[in-house]
Nanobody
């Protein structure tokens, strides 16, 4: 699976942005898709994940209620809609694909394939 993230940019605090991740390969529809982010000087953190059917989603506490992950298996694309953005959301956002067990779903180690990242900057 090859992943290509896009849609990052500069947005003011309180604004919205949607990042996308297009996947190639036949295993997309069977993969758990995740979004992680890495701020300068910090570790890569889990943001959200969605199971293959799209019926179950998971969120980090810091984004719950503000971000929404979704997927379109017909388009091999996963989305992250980000609302009410805060300056602390500034980071490079990475999409990932894999088959993590539940205990690894929020860990980067649970994902085999990674996109190149897209930068989201939230100004105050």
């Amino acid at each position: 699976v090859q992943l290509q993230a896009s849609g990052g940019g500069l947005v003011q605090a309180g604004g919205s942005l949607r990042v996308s991740c297009a996947a190639s390969g036949r295993t997309f529809s069977n993969s758990v898709m995740g979004w992680f982010r890495q701020a300068p000087g910090k570790e890569r953190d889990f943001v959200a994940a969605i199971r293959s059917s799209g019926g179950t989603t998971y969120y980090a506490d810091s984004v719950k209620g503000r971000f929404t992950i979704s997927r379109d298996n017909a388009k091999n694309t996963v989305y992250l809609q980000m609302n009410s953005l805060k300056p602390e959301d500034t980071a490079v956002y990475y999409c990932a694909a894999g088959s993590p067990i539940l205990s690894s779903l929020r860990s980067s180690a649970g994902y085999r394939y990674w996109g190149q990242g897209t930068l989201v900057t939230v100004s105050s």
